[in-house]
């Protein structure tokens, strides 16, 4: 079993980095990046401005681009019958899609936090509300990755499943943004653990609700 997970593990990192039709890792990177470097176009070279509402547009940005991957989440997969093959191994959905939770997660979120140096830059962010921001995105992202993953699953066997799996996000991981951003904007880190907390929750209750709903889309 040991070995079954860790090959699921290295394929499916293989997979969301390097591999598809979506561009692996790099398009929700350069969307971030992209984000950072045209926000100052938009309201001007105001120091002052770029530093108190920059830390909210990265937040921002960070959600929109964890929509990105979802359409290779669990699409493919199922219409290549890589879950059915994995269940005749005695591995269940819900240990698939916990593997592939932690594989989403590391795919972005890290990539996330390191492109905020450069981020942090452009949008003149000092050395304070640069630690708040990898602190709220370290404590988000594996939320912002659990909610993808359950939405993926739920939505697989729909024909605008891509299109609906983005606007089922933006409003069900609001609170992980809300209380993120909020941090930023009153300089508290506690209010990170509410973050922390909702992210954790997600995870923890995403492996079964998508493995249940993937379960439920092949027996339908």
């Not at 930023?184 to 509410?194: H, S, V, Y």
Request: some cysteine; aromatic content about 6%; charged content about 10%.
């Amino acid at each position: 079993m040991i070995r079954v997970l860790t090959a699921l593990m290295w394929r499916d990192l293989r997979n969301l980095l390097f591999g598809g039709r979506g561009g692996g890792a790099t398009l929700p990177l350069l969307f971030f990046l992209a984000v950072a470097m045209l926000y100052p176009f938009a309201v001007g070279p105001d120091a002052p401005l770029l530093a108190k509402t920059g830390g909210g547009v990265l937040w921002i940005a960070a959600l929109l681009a964890a929509i990105l991957p979802l359409d290779r989440l669990v699409q493919e997969d199922i219409a290549l019958g890589i879950f059915d093959q994995l269940n005749l191994r005695g591995v269940t959905e819900e240990i698939v899609m916990a593997v592939r939770l932690v594989a989403h997660w590391l795919s972005f979120g890290p990539l996330l936090m390191l492109a905020c140096l450069p981020a942090a830059a452009l949008l003149k962010l000092d050395g304070e509300t640069l630690h708040l921001l990898l602190l709220g995105l370290l404590a988000g992202t594996p939320g912002l990755a659990a909610v993808g993953l359950m939405i993926a699953a739920l939505t697989a066997g729909l024909r605008a499943g891509a299109a609906l799996s983005g606007l089922l996000l933006i409003p069900l991981a609001l609170p992980i943004l809300i209380f993120g951003a909020g941090a930023l904007e009153r300089g508290d880190p506690a209010t990170l653990g509410f973050s922390a907390a909702i992210s954790l929750l997600l995870v923890a209750i995403t492996p079964f609700a998508a493995g249940a709903a993937i379960r439920a889309g092949r027996e339908g």
